[in-house]
């Protein structure tokens, strides 16, 4: 969005907002119209924003809620900045980067919380590195796909099963790689298309819809070198 000035947000049954801060700080008071809450924030700047707080019904229970979103100038829209999405624990979830060149499949299950804390999985576009010594050249766009606890902002560095990026590009005499300790490691093509085999952290195998990275991890990805 280029410009924003207010948030919305609709709840399953009329509620109450408790605590609610905007990006860490108190944030003007709510107009609550049955199932429908929203906050005349004034203009709210460039760059990632959260709205957090909790949410209590008619019986008094409580429950946490947070909101990320991405305030974007014209020129990060040109440039087709990031989008990020929550994962379903019981459902397989699905991310597209802005501008369609990758997405990221959390599977179904891949996690769990004792807290009642979710998952948010990102991928993010970003641009092409520079400056590398590998022997390779860089290709057209880097991708950075994270995943967080939504209510304690911590990041996951490990799942069960594999995280599926897809990178759509088919140009032939490409490799994709991953940035890993300040350099860029080249990914090994798996055995067999869509297993990643037991002890491998990372691989990729490509078809007719491109590059796919199976990733135990969420990694920066460049796009194809």
């Not at 490990?158 to 088919?170: K, V």
């Not at 491998?200 to 007719?208: A, L, M, R, T, V």
Request: a negative charge.
């Amino acid at each position: 969005m280029p410009s924003a000035s207010a948030i919305g947000l609709v709840t399953s049954e009329p509620a109450t907002p408790i605590g609610v801060t905007l990006d860490g700080n108190a944030t003007v008071a709510p107009i609550v119209n049955g199932t429908n809450i929203d906050y005349g924030t004034g203009t709210l700047g460039p760059g990632a924003h959260t709205l957090a707080g909790e949410l209590q019904d008619s019986s008094g229970k409580r429950a946490p809620f947070r909101v990320h979103f991405t305030v974007w100038t014209r020129v990060e829209l040109g440039r087709a900045s990031g989008r990020q999405e929550h994962d379903d624990r019981c459902a397989a979830t699905t991310v597209e980067s802005a501008d369609g060149l990758a997405s990221a499949t959390m599977p179904a299950g891949n996690w769990s919380s004792s807290t009642g804390d979710w998952i948010v999985l990102r991928i993010t576009p970003m641009a092409a590195p520079t400056g590398l010594t590998n022997g390779f050249a860089a290709g057209p766009e880097t991708v950075d796909v994270t995943a967080r606890w939504a209510l304690a902002g911590t990041e996951v560095h490990q799942f069960s099963r594999p995280i599926a990026i897809l990178i759509r590009s088919t140009e032939k005499g490409l490799v994709p790689a991953t940035l890993e300790n300040g350099h860029w490691r080249i990914l090994s093509r798996v055995p067999f298309a869509g297993t990643l085999p037991t002890g491998w952290e990372d691989g990729f195998y490509s078809d007719s819809a491109g590059f796919h990275v199976l990733t135990q991890a969420p990694l920066r990805l460049r796009a194809p070198a």
